[in-house]
């Protein structure tokens, strides 16, 4: 059974969209597990930049069948959009290439409306949302009172259910201070949306259930970070879903004795986007410099990110909550031409130090982080073919980190494309 699960082990944005388009050469099946259109990937193939937001990134394989699990909310007009813009780039976005889990639950109207108000009602205590309608869809599907992609396929269903669902939200959208939405507006609009999509619904778990039995390879691809879970990140500065690898079971529907390997993708600094605490955060020069070189950029909002020296507590606390085998470093290249280089080992609280990541924002806004120091390099890493051709400081940089986390680094990044790849063994992780 040839599994494999990618996590990001910061806040997102750690690059697993190029590591998962690299990875998926070898790969049969590419799975997205939770999150909806709050993330984004930003792939460079050909030197063309793609940025996707639901479709995972193995569309780019012709021989890679792309799946969207029933633990992702979808946002029915972004997914329709997205199928349309990559057919107009000559790829296939068919029904026998992307299977979307009919059980996957709906962004809908109100959902995205009651994210935008109550951000702006919380003036001071904002999350930081993206205001996609991400949270409010993942409450109404616990609360019971959400749609599925398979009810937009059913119209009289959708409509006894949307005038009583609508009835409540528009009371709410008032009492913040929005507009109500109209229901002959949404009804005929999702209904359409439902019929263009239903060619691509399918039951998810029992497809990926046949694909391991034939020993196909399948690899599962998680959205923002380990410290955005729902569970175990920066509460309440966190996404709606868990990010962790066990949910690639749930949000696939595939048992944990499937899965093989996990893959934890670290970006050589740290990056944060929106509000919460963030231990190394730098907010001088150098961060600005790294937000500018890195391309810090958020790809679903543009927000600028903040900066930071990498925090190995953060990552070897990801490690033990995901269950990482091996890690990416992305990103390497960024660090090139900075005369020192700070790696964050522990925090202090006062004359006590600790090596794992509190569990409260009152914690963590009275660690100091604990750094080593060590050597840059200037070269520019853009060219380098294989890990053994790597500048010597950049080496001892990563052999340091892979020591103190205790876990093998198996692929190194140092530039945009998919060229930009070393692998320190086999090509393959399956």
């Not at 944005?13 to 984004?40: H, S, Y």
């Not at 609280?349 to 409260?360: A, D, R």
Request: hydrophobic residues 35%; aromatic residues 10%; proline residues 5%.
């Amino acid at each position: 059974m040839p599994t494999l699960i990618v996590v990001g082990t910061q806040w997102g944005d750690e690059g697993k969209g190029k590591i998962v388009d690299v990875l998926t050469e070898k790969a049969d099946f590419v799975v997205r597990f939770q999150g909806g259109n709050n993330a984004g990937h930003t792939l460079v193939i050909n030197q063309k930049k793609f940025i996707l937001h639901l479709i995972p990134s193995g569309i780019f394989h012709p021989h890679t069948i792309c799946v969207i699990g029933n633990g992702v909310v979808v946002d029915p007009e972004v997914i329709i959009d997205e199928i349309e813009k990559l057919k107009k780039e000559g790829l296939d976005v068919s029904s026998q290439k992307l299977k979307i889990s009919e059980r996957a639950h709906v962004i809908m109207p109100y959902h995205k409306a009651l994210d935008l108000a109550r951000e702006s009602r919380a003036k001071k205590n904002k999350i930081g949302t993206t205001g996609r309608g991400i949270g409010p869809c993942y409450e109404d599907k616990v609360g019971r009172r959400g749609f599925r992609l398979i009810d937009l396929t059913k119209p009289d269903f959708f409509r006894e259910k949307l005038k009583v669902y609508l009835e409540e939200k528009n009371y709410y959208l008032k009492y913040l201070g929005a507009e109500p939405l109209d229901f002959k507006e949404i009804y005929e609009k999702y209904v359409e949306y439902g019929q263009y999509l239903k060619p691509y619904l399918t039951d998810t778990s029992h497809l990926l259930w046949e694909a391991i039995k034939q020993n196909k390879n399948v690899l599962f691809e998680g959205a923002q970070g380990t410290f955005l879970d729902i569970d175990y990140g920066t509460y309440p500065y966190v996404t709606s879903s868990n990010t962790l690898s066990g949910n690639a079971c749930c949000g696939s529907g595939l048992g944990p004795t499937v899965m093989n390997k996990v893959l934890g993708i670290v970006k050589a600094y740290t990056t944060r986007v929106g509000e919460g605490p963030f231990p190394t955060e730098l907010k001088d020069e150098l961060g600005e410099y790294l937000r500018e070189k890195g391309g810090e950029y958020g790809a679903t909002t543009g927000r600028p990110r903040r900066c930071g020296w990498l925090d190995l507590v953060m990552v070897k606390t990801a490690i033990r909550l995901n269950g990482i085998s091996c890690l990416a470093v992305t990103k390497l290249d960024v660090l090139s031409g900075l005369d020192t280089l700070k790696v964050c080992t522990a925090y202090k609280i006062g004359e006590k130090t600790i090596e794992s990541f509190p569990s409260t924002l009152d914690e963590l806004s009275q660690v100091t982080p604990v750094y080593e120091e060590f050597p840059g390099w200037k070269e520019n890493l853009s060219h380098v073919k294989s890990y053994n051709d790597l500048p010597k400081a950049a080496k001892n940089y990563l052999k340091n980190i892979e020591t103190y986390l205790g876990v093998p680094i198996k692929i190194v990044s140092t530039g945009p494309s998919r060229e930009n790849c070393l692998f320190l063994e086999e090509k393959s992780l399956f």
